[in-house]
């Protein structure tokens, strides 16, 4: 009898802790998947990643830090092959990440964990190198802040500023 | 009637009388923030160090940072470090930082500064209280403590522009 009252309190607070209705919403409108996109390092570009991939019990691979990189600030086009380097606030230095066909780039928490707050210490392509010019935070999702259109509240999606001329 | 029942009146009749009673109008408290000449310094210190979109560069949070590379104030404007912080977006956040707690705050500034940790700002700053953003005037980057320096000659008066300015280095 005692062991199934535990029993009951233990799945009740899974379940209690599993649903939150904020959290629920936000990942309701990020809508469903691209058709012909399987669910995986390309998919969802720009979207903030870490409000799926945050580690909680059912969901996909926990991701520390992710985001998506573009050309400019005005298109859509991923630049890939570029590599990002974070510095936390403790100074530890992020292992450079690549980011892949789509612009996508990620950490896992095995990869880094940062004390925050977070800055981006260059994003590389070639021989050019850029820097973000305020810290992250506290959020995981670079589209957590980045997001179309740009507004008061919101600088846009993450670009490279690209040299006029350069293409991804 | 026995003793019993007619203590409890007493108590509900002077319940009542104490919760419908108010302060008299003579006694409201009137603040006496800190400055707000000078406090355009250590506005921008606050915008770098705290007023990110993430963090306190949101509508929703007590403490609401407007600054260049956070929360705009204008419609037309969006975050960028290219661009300045404006007056308005100063006034707004001296607003925000004297609205936190006023009381405390007027006591501070009416001790010349001391104590400043009777303010939750202060105290979540240095991270002597809990604070989900971490403790920003205790960053490795911020060995001199120009951050904290930079706050707390303002709420003591006498605003040192130096330390806010050396503060606007630090990454």
């Given amino acids: ?168 | 009637m026995t003793a019993r029942p007619i203590a409890a009146v007493a108590v509900l009749v002077g319940g009542v009388a104490l919760a419908c009673s108010t302060a008299p109008s003579d006694a409201r408290f009137v603040a006496t923030p800190p400055d707000e000449t000078s406090f355009a310094p250590v506005a921008l210190m606050l915008i770098q160090a705290c007023g990110t979109l993430d963090c306190h560069g949101t509508v929703g949070r007590n403490l609401r940072l407007y600054g260049n590379t956070g929360l705009r104030l204008r419609p037309g404007d969006v975050p960028t470090a290219l661009t300045a912080t404006t007056n308005d977006e100063i006034e707004q956040d001296y607003m925000s930082v004297v609205g936190l707690e006023p009381e405390a705050m007027s006591a501070v500034v009416a001790s010349g500064g001391a104590d400043p940790e009777r303010l939750t700002l202060v105290r979540k700053a240095r991270g002597t209280e809990a604070h989900k953003g971490g403790a920003p005037f205790l960053s490795p980057d911020d060995k001199e403590g120009v951050r904290d320096e930079c706050l707390t000659s303002w709420l003591s008066g006498k605003t040192d522009p130096s330390p806010c300015t050396r503060a606007l280095m630090q990454p």
């Fill in chain 1, 1 to 168: 009898m005692r062991h199934a009252r535990v029993a009951w309190l233990i799945a009740a607070a899974a379940f209690g802790s599993a649903c939150d209705p904020v959290h629920d919403d936000a990942v309701s409108a990020l809508g469903g998947e691209t058709p012909g996109v399987p669910q995986g390092p390309l998919h969802r570009a720009g979207q903030p990643c870490a409000e799926c991939h945050d580690g909680a019990f059912g969901d996909p691979p926990a991701f520390s830090l992710a985001g998506t990189l573009y050309l400019d600030a005005t298109g859509l086009t991923p630049v890939s092959g570029a590599i990002v380097i974070l510095q936390d606030a403790n100074g530890v230095t992020s292992p450079p990440m690549t980011t892949n066909e789509v612009g996508n780039f990620f950490w896992t928490p095995d990869q880094f964990t940062p004390t925050y707050p977070v800055q981006v210490n260059s994003v590389t392509v070639g021989v050019v190198a850029v820097a973000m010019h305020s810290h992250i935070g506290g959020n995981g999702s670079c589209a957590g802040c980045h997001v179309d259109p740009p507004g008061p509240d919101s600088p846009g999606h993450v670009y490279f500023n690209a040299p006029p001329g350069m293409t991804p």
